[in-house]
C-alpha cells in the first residue's frame, strides 16, 4: 500500500475523532462508541476517499478496542480537559494507530 494510503487511515486523520469520541464516553458500551465515531469521521475525511469502507471499518475497530486497553479513564479525561492531548497522551495514542494500522497493511493480523 501506498505512503499517501497509509497517510490517509493515518494517525493524524482519526486521532481528533478518537479522542473526541472518547473523552465523551463512560459506559460498558465505550468500545462500541468510539468505534462509531472513528467510523462516521473516517468516512467523512476527504483524505480517505480512495480507501474502502471495510479497510476503515477495520481499522476503527482496531483503535477502539486497543485505546480502552491502553489509556485509563483518567488520561481521557484529560484528553478532554485540554481539547489537545498532552504529548505523553498524543504519544500513546499516536502508537495505537501505528499498530493498527500496521496490522492492517500487513495481514494475517490476529490482535484486530
Request: hydrophobic share 40%; with cysteine.
Amino acid at each position: 500500500m501506498s505512503a499517501n494510503c497509509r497517510r490517509a487511515i493515518g494517525i493524524a486523520a482519526v486521532l481528533l475523532g478518537l479522542i473526541d469520541a472518547a473523552r465523551h464516553v463512560a459506559r460498558a458500551d465505550d468500545r462500541e462508541e468510539l468505534n462509531k465515531a472513528c467510523i462516521s469521521r473516517q468516512l467523512a475525511a476527504a483524505e480517505n476517499q480512495k480507501l474502502n469502507t471495510a479497510t476503515i471499518v477495520r481499522y476503527c475497530n482496531c483503535v477502539a478496542k486497543h485505546t480502552f486497553e491502553v489509556f485509563s479513564r483518567d488520561e481521557l479525561a484529560r484528553g478532554g480537559r485540554f481539547g489537545k492531548l498532552p504529548p505523553d497522551l498524543q504519544k500513546k495514542m499516536n502508537a495505537v494507530g501505528e499498530a493498527c494500522w500496521s496490522c492492517i497493511a500487513n495481514p494475517p493480523c490476529a490482535d484486530e
